[in-house]
Structure formats: C-alpha cells, structure tokens
C-alpha cells in the first residue's frame, strides 16, 4: 500500500486491490402496513374565545391594563 504523501513507504504483501464485486440485485421494499386514520375531535376550551380563538379579555380588578398586580396599600 503506497501512501500518496509518503514515496519512501513500501507495497504491503496482501494489500493487492480487490477484483471489483458485482453488485447484489435490489430486492423490491416490503409493503408498508397502513394504519386506520383517527377521527379529530374539536375540543372545548375552557374559557370563552373570540372570532381569533384568543380568550376574551376580562377586567380583574387585582391587575392593571399590563397583567401586572396592582399594589395597594390598605
């Protein structure tokens, strides 16, 4: 085996280049098992939704118009 890079590297006994192979024949693939469709459901959220599916929004009065919690001091 000669090393490309290296002229001073010697032929190894047994390292002759193989015959070239004949290739094995394709064998066609095996069907494929089909699986039953599942039915969809719609399901229900639990908070009303407007026309954008977003949750309508409702004025808590412990939140201000951010989301953030209002600080009260009593």
Known sequence: ?????????????????AA????EPKRPPSPRARRPALKQ???EL???TDTTGLPV???DENLDLTGL???RKD
Request: without cysteine.
């Open 57 to 59: 929004w409702q004025h």
């Open 46 to 48: 639990l908070e009303p």
């Open 1 to 17: 085996m000669r090393d490309k890079k290296d002229i001073a590297t010697f032929d190894l006994p047994g390292f002759a280049p």
């Open 41 to 43: 459901e719609q399901l």
């Open 20 to 23: 070239p192979m004949e290739p």
């Open 69 to 71: 919690p209002v600080w």
